[in-house]
């Protein structure tokens, strides 16, 4: 194959573009360049936790590296302390607000920081009164309410260990965390609304119960307002307000105690509880929503994300309050009760800044850009992750908002995202995930581990602890050894292929297990999509590997089209693109066009059920986390013909 049609130079070639002026923010530009002069990563480190409230100063700032270190030993702090009463205790910021939610029905509620202390301390000492003391582990199982933020800085407040359980998980999802986990205590609201359908959370929590025979008792918040009858250990998340009017104070915990843990997927074994620390995890997070998304005066910053994916606490509970921002929060679904909800809640809460996954901005996009334009939004920045970003559809947001779209990477594990182009600063490029942000060392290397030089790709490492990467998985260090540092021993592999550019920009091609070979030629599923979703009649698209008796593997492409294009010519041009742009190797041995592709409640593709489709004609794994059955079930159709 000549250069010219070597997928990864094409993938990689997106030219360099400097911000214009009046995107850019002189005084952040001039702060980044004074921290990437530190030394060190752990001066970075040290600069970071100096902005942070101490209850006892840390005597050392690290601790080991590599698999076991620590982080701030000697100190005492507290999250909820940082994120919450450091604001309602200023005069200047004590009426700012704080949260601002809106449900799908339409009600509507805002906190302000000094509100937000109130109900946080009185919830914590009812907590108290229900039993729960520090290290005690309570589960959340709710959608994006209010209440998900007051509990998890109750929790915070108190010294318990919270976990978030997606609000779309079903009984044995739900069961199987909570004796994982080993919570005593859940906090639930009765039913959640979604795409105009009332969820029962309630019914689902108790049918739950019997396979998780630790939890002693459930909170209840009524979201519905039908003051649901309570049995036995079930009481009111507004009596517990009641019984702990007096509040409590904030308890000084060691920086390395476990604050949280969030469960990875449990497809093909029992889920992981990675476990992230109360310091570490504050000082992180802060330093990332104080980068990636640039707080400026004025700012309303909505999340748009589930509370039971990480980037949720991490930009909006913890990293965005920690930083004193607006947060804005939705419940529903953006294109319920029509597809101008997204645009609505723009304007009605006056939002400034958007974290969405790329998945988002492709539904906008197939929406229109005539919806875009009679919905006109006040937007400085739109950040994403989640999932790989396309050229196509950052061109599209680009240019349909005019605002820096910020492409981030991170996973679970590391709590943060951690390469990204900093907001107001860095240079932007197309679909990579720019340089690193300081306190982060990383490198990619071939299966040997040894460094591959730019344009190759290879396996993504991290080479160096920061606060927010993951310390254990809960009750079993020795799984968090063998998968995380057991391939290249003494650094963390992502499981993710990267390559760097000549401009020294990153780009994630995607999980390993995504790369597909193909009659003995490698390639990566994204680099196939990025060639199918360039077709201007497709929406989005997924690629996945199957196995061929012949070929080992060949890859298939699912698509979703915008109006009034032809199913058959797209699929047709789709793979006579496929074959001109990347060889004939990476020829698509079908495409499917489908109505909808199966996602889970944060945006991404369920590629892995696609898989099931074609290769088991039905789902073999976790089907919890998807959001609507009805997509799955119309790709089904599709693969079935």
Same mark, same amino acid.
Request: net charge negative; glycine share 10%.
């Given at each position: ?30 702060? *980044? ?14 600069? /970071? ?29 507290n999250v909820a302390d940082n994120c919450v009463d450091r ?22 509620? &805002?906190?302000? @920081?000094? !509100?937000?202390?109130? !109900? ?26 209010? !209440?998900?933020? &007051? ?19 079903? !009984? ?6 909570? /004796? ?10 009765? =039913? ?9 959370? *309630? /019914? ?62 449990g497809t093909e074994s029992i889920p992981k509880g990675v $476990? ?22 004025? +700012? ?9 994916? *990480? ?14 921002? %607006? ?19 723009? =304007? ?6 958007? *974290? ?40 599209? %947001? ?64 991290? &080479? ?7 310390? %254990? ?10 998968? @995380? ?14 390559? $760097? ?37 497709? $929406? ?44 004939? @190797? ?9 109505? =909808? ?24 794994? +976790? ?19």
């Amino acid at each position: 194959m000549s250069e010219s049609t070597d997928p990864l130079a094409a993938l990689i070639a997106e030219p360099l573009r400097a911000l214009p002026q009046r995107w850019r923010i002189p005084e952040r530009e001039a702060e *980044l360049g004074h921290v990437r002069g530190f030394g060190t990563a752990d001066e970075y480190w040290e600069w /970071a936790a100096s902005r942070q409230r101490w209850m006892r100063p840390w005597e050392r700032l690290r601790t080991g590296g590599l698999p076991d270190f620590t982080y701030f030993d000697g100190g005492l702090i507290n999250v909820a302390d940082n994120c919450v009463d450091r604001w309602a205790e200023d005069p200047v910021t004590r009426d700012r607000a704080a949260v601002v939610w809106e449900g799908e029905p339409g009600d509507t509620r &805002t906190l302000s @920081y000094g !509100e937000l202390a109130v !109900e946080v301390s009185a919830l914590a000492a009812g907590l108290r009164e229900l039993g729960v003391s520090r290290g005690d582990v309570v589960a959340i199982y709710m959608p994006n309410l209010v !209440e998900a933020f &007051t509990t998890i800085q109750a929790c915070n407040r108190i010294g318990a260990v919270y976990t978030v359980l997606f609000a779309g998980f079903g !009984e044995q999802a739900v069961g199987s965390r909570l /004796a994982a986990a080993g919570a005593s205590v859940v906090v639930v609201a009765d =039913a959640s609304y979604r795409r105009g359908n009332r969820v029962e959370l *309630l /019914a689902t929590l108790r049918a739950a119960r019997s396979r998780a025979p630790s939890v002693r008792a459930t909170v209840v918040v009524d979201r519905t307002g039908d003051d649901t009858a309570l049995t036995g250990g079930e009481h009111r998340y507004a009596d517990l307000l009641t019984s702990g009017a007096a509040g409590c104070d904030a308890v000084a915990l060691d920086p390395n105690e476990p604050a949280f843990l969030i469960f990875t997927s449990g497809t093909e074994s029992i889920p992981k509880g990675v $476990v992230h620390s109360v310091g570490g995890f504050l000082v992180g997070t802060w330093a990332n929503a104080y980068w990636q998304a640039g707080r400026q005066d004025g +700012d309303v910053y909505w999340v748009a994300a589930d509370v039971g994916w *990480l980037t949720f606490p991490i930009q909006a509970v913890v990293g965005g309050l920690a930083c004193g921002m %607006t947060i804005a929060c939705f419940e529903g679904a953006l294109d319920t009760p029509s597809t101008s909800r997204f645009y609505e809640i723009c =304007a009605r809460h006056r939002v400034t800044k958007v *974290l969405m996954a790329p998945t988002v901005a492709r539904m906008l996009r197939k929406f229109g850009d005539d919806l875009a334009a009679a919905h006109p939004v006040a937007l400085s920045l739109i950040t994403m992750q989640g999932e790989p970003l396309d050229a196509d559809t950052f061109a599209w %947001t680009t240019r349909t908002f005019d605002v820096p779209v910020v492409n981030a990477y991170g996973q679970t594990e590391t709590g943060s995202t951690w390469t990204y182009p900093v907001a107001g600063v860095e240079a932007l490029k197309a679909g990579s995930v720019g340089t690193a942000v300081p306190g982060h060392d990383w490198v990619v290397v071939d299966d040997d581990g040894v460094e591959v030089p730019p344009g190759v790709k290879g396996n993504l490492v991290l &080479t160096a602890p920061f606060p927010t990467l993951a310390r %254990t998985v809960w009750g079993d260090h020795q799984r968090y050894l063998d998968t @995380y540092f057991g391939r290249f021993p003494g650094r963390y592999a992502t499981h993710d292929e990267a390559v $760097v550019d000549h401009d020294g920009h990153l780009w994630v091609l995607g999980r390993a297990d995504d790369v597909i070979n193909v009659a003995a030629h490698r390639i990566s599923t994204m680099e196939i999509e990025a060639v199918v979703t360039a077709h201007p009649a497709v $929406v989005e698209a997924a690629v996945v590997g199957v196995p061929d008796p012949t070929k080992g593997t060949v890859p298939i492409a699912f698509v979703t089209l915008g109006p009034g294009a032809g199913p058959g010519d797209v699929a047709a041009e789709v793979g006579r693109r496929v074959v001109a742009e990347l060889g004939g @190797y990476a020829r698509l041995d079908r495409v499917h066009v489908t109505t =909808a592709l199966p996602k889970t409640r944060t945006g991404k593709i369920m590629r892995r059920l696609l898989r099931d489709l074609v290769v088991h004609g039905e789902p073999t794994g +976790d089907t919890s986390a998807m959001e609507d059955r009805s997509a799955l079930d119309a790709t089904a159709a599709v693969v079935r013909g």
